[in-house]
């Protein structure tokens, strides 16, 4: 049995892949009556570890301005997959350059309210496939033989180019029914969607991210 003390942003789903236990345990060895909900600054014990772990930079689990949420839909949550802001592929490249595209001919700088019709836009311009679902239902749609769940910080994510972020919930009223989706620009701040959102990291109330980069 280990020890490994929670870092805002973490999921138990991200840390039950990245511990190679499952939620269900997790849940069951730290008396926790809701998955959904953990919190930073705890320490979360893991079954079957025989070492303690401090979160190592850059790592940890799936990461939200709010920290919570689980992992569903995405199967694994996999490391970096390469991704990081000095090597960025093409393809990541073609869906930032496809995201600004959609956000600027759809709300430029002003919320529509319709953050997955312009992420869904951007990619069926970059790859000619059609993503349907709202903010919180897009990543269960995400063609996994097009995108892979990838294991990344908000902050890591968004100095990277062409990624799609989802979160299950936001602080507003529609977003805490239909979350919110994005995709990253690169410059580590912004992110687009039907719209261009200058500071990603300064919109608080936001929970249940998960982290997609295209493998096309």
Known sequence: MSNYRIQKGDTLSALAARFKTSVSALARTNN???????????????????DSFEPSKG?????????????????QVQGSGGAGPGNATPAMRK??????AAAMGMG??????????GVSRAIQNAYGVKVWGNGNQIDNNLPRDKFKQ??????????????????EKTSSRLGSIYGHTAITTGDGRSSVSDFIERNTLGAGGRSGLKVFMPTV
């Not at 926790?32 to 025989?50: C, E, Q, T, V």
């Not at 430029?108 to 019709?117: H, K, V, W």
């Not at 990838?150 to 979160?167: F, I």
């Open 32 to 50: 926790i009556s809701n998955p959904n909900l953990i919190f930073a600054g705890k320490s979360l014990r893991i079954p079957g570890k025989g």
């Open 150 to 167: 990838v294991n990344m910080s908000l902050e890591e994510a968004l100095k990277t180019p062409g990624l799609v972020l989802t979160w």
């Open 108 to 117: 430029g700088y002003n919320s529509q309210g319709l953050c997955a019709t």
């Open 95 to 100: 869906l930032a350059d496809a995201g600004r």
């Open 59 to 75: 790592s940890g689990g799936t990461k939200g301005s709010g920290g919570t949420g689980g992992s569903k839909g995405g199967g």
